[in-house]
């Protein structure tokens, strides 16, 4: 078992910048991949940045070169920096992780925290 606790959302105007934080209760160096996933409601959930325990990592096409995810395994913690928000980014943000094959964290990963809402204005 593992309780993710997500930090750093609220409101920006366009262009502005947010960092999220999950603070993971126990040993992030386990997972196999851990990442943030967000979801507007009345759509499906979508994947937005994923890194895994051999240092890959995965964007979404539509974050690339704005968002950077990162982790620090010292501090059982993910980030995920976003910066040149957009108004499309909109949505509630959620960290997971998965501790074995394969990577599953869209749309019902094995842990998730309880989000945190990012809003993007105009």
């Known amino acids: 078992q593992v309780q993710l606790v997500e930090s750093g959302g609220g409101s920006v105007q366009a262009g502005g910048s947010l960092r999220l934080s999950c603070a993971a209760s126990r040993d992030t160096y386990r997972t196999y991949c851990m990442g943030w996933f967000r979801q507007i409601p009345g759509k499906e959930r979508e994947g937005v940045a994923n890194?895994?325990?051999?240092?890959?990592?995965w964007y979404r096409d539509s974050v690339k070169g704005r968002f950077t995810i990162s982790k620090d395994n010292a501090k059982n913690t993910l980030y995920l920096q976003m910066n040149n928000l957009l108004p499309e980014d909109t949505a509630m943000y959620y960290c997971?992780?998965?501790?074995?094959?394969?990577?599953?964290?869209?749309?019902?990963?094995?842990?998730r925290g309880q989000g945190t809402q990012v809003t993007v204005s105009s």
């Open positions: 890194i895994y325990s051999d240092r890959r990592i």
């Open positions: 997971a992780a998965d501790f074995s094959r394969p990577c599953t964290l869209v749309p019902n990963p094995p842990y």
